[in-house]
């Protein structure tokens, strides 16, 4: 045996030795875990699409949100620029002096 002692001290052949393992058994678990890993897949999917999509509702509720603000301080400059406007055009009206 003193040839196998020497093959398993060579790294090169450690390698192969893992390397042709491996190639036996992840076949045999892949096929074992498939039952339990292709539900598990769908329902991992089926929670991201949900998560998605409520985030999406999310952003477009802040999005409409966002818009409404805008437009209310922009209505407030108007009125206040409106208001200013106004009170210019009594202050220099010679009429009501």
Known sequence: MPQ???????RLATGIVIGAGLALIVPVAISALAPIARPLA????RAGAIAYEKAREGVA??????????????EE???QNS?????TVIEDDPETA
């Open 61 to 74: 509720e802040f999005g409409e949100m966002a818009q409404d603000v805008v437009a209310e301080a922009q």
């Open 4 to 10: 196998l002692d020497k093959l398993l001290e060579n």
């Open 42 to 45: 769908r329902s991992a999917l």
């Open 77 to 79: 400059l108007r009125e």
């Open 83 to 87: 208001s200013a406007t106004d009170e």
